[in-house]
């Protein structure tokens, strides 16, 4: 069985893996230049910084089984600290029983050998599709063709699996009936702000859950364990601080279209008012999240699934959001593409 596989997220991963452990045929396209989608960590300043999810949890008998697996491999460790809370100009710790895991070194480690049975096309956009009948023996069946950006086709696909966000989905599937159950405004977008500071607050907060303002989530990158720079790592006196700020779903709506250098003064300002000192920065960079997190408006569709096409979608989307249910949802999609009962 030949199947492509759209995306080289976490979600992909697990199918690919599930895939090929079944002997299919799997063939990966991701548009980005490497797996990861938003467990990505990018090279920048003085380290690798964590811009999407900032750690995982896993709460599910199978995930966590998958989880130890990448821990025994020495690729996803627990990142253990006290979470704080800012709430009506208070920030104080909040601790909690969460156990937290972060990708050793970067986010998007554990991630690369689960596509190593695959066939993968990176820098490579997907932007048509197309669906080819054929009556044999009165039975109809069909291959899937999938054209990228740049021109290129590939086909000859006996199924086909989607795991890119709601919006660009639907706009894909336009016109096959599947593309009506997906909730096109599931997931809500996300500034990232990575700021390095000219001198250091020495706060002890590591990650602050932060619950009023323009503001959700911040995080002392440099205290994450293994993201400094080699160099760095070894002289941690000389290692910069820097701050990682997630603007929150309806200020990062509302400041869509404005230039990064005003978002990082937004930023700034936003981890000036939560620490209560004014900070100094001497470097920043900012990612834009279109497509981030979960809108918990939206009750999850759960993995769609049309037999007749051999067609799925999955992602963290289908089943309500989070690193652990992208991976349920890509085990579920190859399960259903295998034709075998799921069984997590
Ligand atoms: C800012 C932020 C903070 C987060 N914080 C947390 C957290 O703390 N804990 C947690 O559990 N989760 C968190 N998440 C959510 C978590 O990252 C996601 O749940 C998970 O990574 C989703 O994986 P996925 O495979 O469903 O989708 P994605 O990772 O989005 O994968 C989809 C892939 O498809 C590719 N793609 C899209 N369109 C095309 C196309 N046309 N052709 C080819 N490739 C295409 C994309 O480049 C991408 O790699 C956060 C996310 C963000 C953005």
């Not at 599910?60 to 006290?82: C, Y």
């Not at 290692?239 to 509302?254: G, K």
């Not at 007749?308 to 989070?322: F, I, V």
């Amino acid at each position: 069985m030949k199947i492509a596989i759209i995306g080289a997220g976490v979600s992909a991963a697990a199918a690919c893996k599930a895939l090929t452990a079944q002997g299919a045929s799997v063939t990966v396209f991701e548009k980005a230049r490497g797996p990861g989608g938003r467990v990505s960590s990018k090279r920048a300043l003085a380290g690798s910084f964590d811009f999407g999810a900032q750690y995982f949890t896993a709460r599910s008998q199978a995930f966590l089984a998958q989880v130890q697996q990448w821990q025994s491999q020495g690729l996803v460790q627990r990142w253990e600290f006290v979470p704080y809370q800012y709430q009506h100009g208070q920030l104080s710790p909040s601790p909690d029983d969460e156990i937290r895991y972060i990708g050793t070194s970067t986010m998007h480690q554990m991630l690369a050998g689960e596509f190593e049975g695959a066939t993968m096309y990176t820098g490579c956009k997907i932007n048509e599709l197309s669906y080819i009948c054929s009556n044999v023996s009165s039975q109809s069946t069909g291959q899937w063709q999938l054209c990228s950006e740049q021109g290129e086709c590939f086909g000859g696909f006996d199924a086909l699996l989607l795991t890119c966000p709601p919006a660009q989905a639907k706009q894909l599937l336009e016109g096959a009936p599947l593309s009506l159950q997906i909730p096109e405004q599931a997931l809500l977008p996300c500034w990232a702000v990575l700021l390095e500071l000219a001198s250091a607050t020495h706060h002890q907060a590591q990650g602050i859950f932060v619950r009023d303002g323009n503001t959700r989530w911040i995080a002392q990158q440099s205290a994450k364990p293994g993201r400094h720079s080699a160099r760095l790592q070894q002289d941690t006196a000389q290692a910069p601080e820097q701050w990682l700020v997630h603007l929150s779903e309806d200020c990062s709506a509302a400041e869509l279209e404005t230039m990064p250098e005003q978002i990082s003064a937004l930023a700034a300002a936003e981890l000036s008012r939560v620490l209560g000192t004014e900070v100094q920065v001497a470097a920043a960079l900012c990612h834009r999240w279109l497509y981030a997190s979960y809108n918990s408006d939206i009750p999850p569709c759960g993995v769609l699934f049309d037999k007749k096409m051999q067609l799925a979608l999955c992602g963290d989307w289908t089943l309500g959001g989070r690193v652990e249910n992208a991976w349920l949802s890509g085990v579920e999609a190859a399960c259903k593409l295998l034709g075998k009962a799921h069984h997590i």
